[in-house]
């Protein structure tokens, strides 16, 4: 089972970015599927995940600025991240949710900067 974050770049305050994670297998279909991020000497966070169903949970640092969404027939999740902050700076990862079913990928950097 592979996964492949992209999307991410250098931004400024304020600004948007949409991450797209394109998984195989059945894995991504029947599972929830999370969005976290590991800034530098911080541990690694659950930004947000959605059920198969389409439910959505956030943690609170990125609630009403971030939304996911899933395309269960492109076997892919997405993460809208708008009014973006330096402190949303980190690698950004998707693997499902709560039990990390899938090797970590590389992620996708997202850099928000002046």
């Known amino acids: 089972q592979v996964q492949l974050e992209s999307g991410g770049g250098l931004v400024q305050p304020g600004g948007s970015l949409r991450l797209s994670c394109a998984a195989s297998?059945?894995?991504?279909?029947?599972?929830?599927m999370g969005w976290y991020r590991q800034a530098p000497g911080k541990q690694r966070e659950l930004v947000a995940r959605?059920?198969?169903?389409?439910?959505?949970n956030y943690a609170d640092s990125v609630k009403g600025r971030f939304t996911i969404s899933r395309d269960n027939a492109k076997n892919t999740v997405y993460l809208q991240m708008n009014s973006l902050k330096p402190e949303d700076t980190a690698v950004y990862y998707c693997n499902t949710y709560p039990i990390h079913l899938l090797s970590w990928g590389q992620g996708t950097q997202v850099t928000v900067s002046s």
């Open positions: 297998g059945t894995i991504f279909r029947i599972n929830t």
């Open positions: 959605i059920t198969s169903g389409g439910s959505t």
